[in-house]
T-cell receptor
Framework: QKEVEQNSGPLSVPEGAIASLNCTYS??????FFWYRQYSGKSPELIMF????GDKEDGRFTAQLNKASQYVSLLIRDSQPSDSATYLC??????????FGAGTRLFVKA | EAGVTQSPTHLIKTRGQQATLRCSPI?????VYWYQQALGLGLQFLLW???????NRGNFPPRFSGRQFPNYSSELNVNALELEDSALYLC?????????????FGPGTRLTVL
């Protein structure tokens, strides 16, 4: 079992729709969770982080965390073609361990 | 504030040679992470340096090594290059506040082994 699992996609949504990206993790000691966006050939850039159960909103992005279910998600409202990228889910523990998911490719159709 | 910088941007080597990649963290950050991302694949953790010490390494052979200098910049060395070492090598830095703080990535070094 992969430590951080994501559906590889591609996830295809029409422009203006809500894109829902999901992630599960296996280490119950994971404390912090991050979502990065990576355009092809570029380095990952941070979108959001979340530490506590519940929702966290930042502009068009909402991160959701459910530690009991070991589940993290990222919602993108009013999706734009510029949101087309690979989204990486990351889990970290209180120590050194940082695990990246393989990423979900999102394609927003104009 | 300057971000994480990496050099060179591109590096072309032949099999058996050695490659040296460099990373400068964000000012004030003491931790540096190295990752390998082969084409179309996810990030694979290589090495973590903090306060000049190697804190952890991923499942890579010993020919992947590195160090962190007193100014917290870091160097990744890959000896006896193999074709499958061709990848984007990413460096990330993190502040010393918490091990779970955000990592910020540099632009990467594209290594091509011929």
């Amino acid at each position: 079992q992969k430590e951080v699992e994501q559906n590889s996609g591609p996830l295809s949504v029409p422009e203006g729709a809500i894109a829902s990206l999901n992630c599960t993790y296996s280490d119950r000691g994971s404390q912090s969770f991050f979502w990065y966006r990576q355009y092809s050939g570029k380095s990952p850039e941070l979108i959001m982080f979340i530490y506590s159960n519940g929702d966290k909103e930042d502009g068009r992005f909402t991160a959701q965390l459910n530690k009991a279910s070991q589940y993290v998600s990222l919602l993108i409202r009013d999706s734009q073609p510029s949101d087309s990228a690979t989204y990486l889910c990351v889990a970290t523990t209180g120590g050194f361990k940082t695990i990246f998911g393989a990423g979900t490719r999102l394609f927003v159709k104009a | 504030e300057a971000g994480v910088t990496q050099s060179p941007t591109h590096l072309i080597k032949t099999r058996g040679q050695q490659a040296t990649l460099r990373c400068s963290p964000i000012s004030g950050h003491t931790s540096v992470y190295w990752y390998q991302q082969a084409l179309g694949l996810g990030l694979q953790f290589l090495l973590w340096y903090d306060e000049g010490e190697e804190r952890n390494r991923g499942n890579f052979p010993p020919r992947f090594s590195g160090r962190q200098f007193p100014n917290y910049s870091s160097e990744l060395n890959v000896n006896a290059l193999e074709l499958e070492d061709s990848a984007l090598y990413l460096c990330a830095s993190r502040g010393s506040g918490s091990a779970t703080d955000t990592q910020y990535f540099g632009p990467g070094t594209r290594l091509t082994v011929l």
